[in-house]
């Protein structure tokens, strides 16, 4: 039981890097946001029914208050900013390096969570955010030479800052979505989970169909003629998610970014099998150096 959230993680992981690629294909026919909102509209009655069905075991949960509604909520909404922001770099650079940027969330997890819920980081995680941070600043430098000129340039270039904004947005949510599930009390982790997934899922239904409709009607007329693909997106969006909020109800947020970065192993695989994409040198270095912050920080765990 003690590393049960380990392979919850792993699992979770999987199936995030299968939805974001089903997402890439999705959104050459939508917009980002309709490719977004694909992954919730179409998740809920998977989530739904997998709700129902630990309900017919016998599992209870306790009164739902305002805190973890609030919580759900700042979850809901920073996790919408954040899935934009992720299916928008693939315009920018290639699948894999589009899933390592965003794999910043899990330091950014650490420091977040230190300032937002007074998470304290020991030494040894210290070390880890600097490697990984190192290992981003060279992804970012794949094609010009390791100067100050050169990394100011990279790191304040559009990809890089939508990818470091999709990371801290997704930090944010990890961190909302751990403290919302530890509001709860029930007779099981999967009950207390399921219940804040369902929740903050409904409220991302709700701000995505009126985002859609005021702002983005016509999309809402593609997705009907893609159905096919966004029932793949929401059923590994449904299993992804299912696996992501049962790990972060038993472990801290932090630990289960960090092991969730195996998910950048996941995507390099992918990207060289499915889209045919090539990795250079620096870029490989950069995610080596990213998978070491990962070691080290799940020795100290």
Sequence with gaps: MDYLWVYITIFAALFQV??????????????????????????LPFILAYFIYLKSLGYQISFINNHFLFLC????????????????????????IGITYSNTEALQTIILGFFLFAETVAFIGIIAIIIGTLGILIISLTENKLNFPNL?????SKSAIMGLSSGATFAICALSIREASLSLEGSNFMIISATTLITTLTMQIFMMLIYLAFRQKHELRKITKNLKLSLLVGLTSAIGSIGWFSAMTLQKAAYIKTVGQIQLIFALFISKKLYKEKQNPKELIGIALIALSIL???NKA
């Design 152 to 156: 100011f340039s990279s790191i304040t």
């Design 296 to 298: 080290v920080l799940i």
């Design 73 to 96: 909520f700042v979850a809901g909404f920073f996790q919408i900013v954040a899935t934009i922001l992720l299916v928008k770099i693939f315009s920018y650079r290639n699948f894999a």
């Design 18 to 43: 299968i939805r974001v690629a089903l997402q890439k294909n999705l959104n050459q026919k939508l917009s980002s946001t309709a490719t977004t909102a694909v992954r919730y509209i179409f998740g």
